[in-house]
């Protein structure tokens, strides 16, 4: 690559930002200064001799974070596989808990279909208990009036029983 010829840069720098996309590193502070970079060489280019002592010194400099982003870049794409392997895990793990929850949903279901089960139970047995407490009651006051009744009669039957006694005392006689 001739070093100022600024359409073979543009293409190479394609090709490079193209492989960097699919990485999961951020390229853009690379790619702001691989476009400065290639913007300045081009415009040295049109400066001519009189700027070649400029230019290597700019050159330098750019070359240096060139290479100072090379090693980041190495330093990322050494962590690539790690993260990757770590997205995998964790991509198992968000299945497993999909799982997990959907059978707990599940769970739910069926648990709020007992729930209703024992509900729909409890208010018709409360029904009954409440038609069995107020069949007692009429019970209750049922006998409550007969022993009432019972001690009339006995009343009655104890005053029959003294005035029959009385008339065989007086026949007796």
């Not at 999961?24 to 290639?38: A, G, R, T, W």
């Not at 230019?55 to 070359?63: G, K, Q, R, S």
């Not at 208990?129 to 006998?143: H, M, N, P, Q």
């Not at 006995?154 to 007796?172: P, T």
Request: glycine share 2%.
């Amino acid at each position: 690559m001739i070093p100022l010829d600024s359409g073979t840069m543009v293409k190479k720098a394609n090709n490079v930002l193209k492989f960097l996309s699919n990485s999961p590193i951020s390229v853009s502070h690379f790619y702001e200064i691989l476009k400065d970079f290639i913007v300045k060489s081009h415009e040295l280019a049109f400066l001519g001799e009189n700027q070649s002592l400029a230019y290597e010194a700019w050159l330098e400099v750019t070359h240096s974070q060139l290479e100072s982003l090379n090693e980041k870049y190495g330093k990322h794409v050494q962590h690539v596989p790690s993260m990757k392997n770590s997205l995998n895990v964790l991509d198992g793990e968000i299945k497993k808990l999909e799982t997990s929850l959907s059978l707990l949903q599940t769970c739910r279901a069926v648990e709020a279909q007992t729930l209703n089960k024992h509900e729909s139970i409890l208010i018709n047995t409360s029904q009954k208990i409440l038609a069995l407490k107020t069949e007692f009651d009429d019970l209750k006051s049922s006998a409550d009036r007969a022993l009432a009744e019972e001690k009339v009669h006995n009343a009655d039957l104890e005053k029959f029983k003294k005035g029959v006694e009385a008339l065989k005392n007086q026949l007796l006689l």
